[in-house]
């Protein structure tokens, strides 16, 4: 199982709603310092939520596969480690 990972993505644009390619995932708010709590989402049957920190829309959209619309929504957390 360590080589699943849970998608992750920011709202570093501020835009309403981000199209996701996941039904869990974590929220990060926007790119670290300027994140919220890490919080993982599940949509179960849904096909939108409402982050509770941020108050972003994501809609699933199976089509992306794990990715975001806009591409950029997609947070890497290795990246930040770096």
């Not at 699943?4 to 501020?14: E, I």
């Amino acid at each position: 199982m360590a080589d699943m990972q849970v998608p992750h993505f920011k709202n570093d644009l501020g835009i309403a709603a981000i199209r996701v390619g996941a039904k869990e995932f974590m929220c990060v708010g926007a790119t670290p310092p300027f994140d919220h709590p890490h919080i993982f989402i599940d949509m179960g049957d849904d096909t939108e939520t409402v982050c509770p920190y941020c108050s972003t829309l994501f809609k699933y959209d199976a089509s992306l596969h794990g990715g975001a619309e806009p591409a950029s929504c997609l947070y890497h957390p290795e990246d930040a480690a770096a």
